[in-house]
């Protein structure tokens, strides 16, 4: 059994420094990547609601080589302590 995507999202954050949304999706592929929901549409989603949460913050942005944008985000306290409250051990990263 699996997180719902959008925890597994905020779970992927809790140890890292920053994301994107092509980072998340390279981290949680191995778990995610067959479901028909597994795209950058509904992964950047996943990180606006949890901005507009306030569980995450936008920390940058940048232009990549093909000038498209890259957010990025940051775990907020409030992200971390519901991490702590909401995900069993068990699915936490090491």
């Known amino acids: 059994m699996l997180l719902p995507s959008r ?15 092509d980072s998340v999706m390279d981290a949680l592929r191995a778990d995610y990547g067959n ?18 949460n306030g569980l995450v913050e936008m920390s940058s942005y940048n232009l990549d080589e093909k000038d498209n944008l890259v957010m990025h985000y940051a775990i907020t306290e409030d992200g971390r302590h519901t991490v702590d409250k909401y995900v069993d051990q068990k ?4």
């Open 35 to 52: 479901e028909k929901q597994f795209n950058s549409k509904m992964y950047l989603d996943h990180l606006l609601a949890l901005e507009a």
């Open 7 to 21: 925890m597994a999202v905020l779970n992927q954050m809790y140890d890292e420094k920053t994301v994107n949304v």
């Open 91 to 94: 699915y936490r990263r090491n």
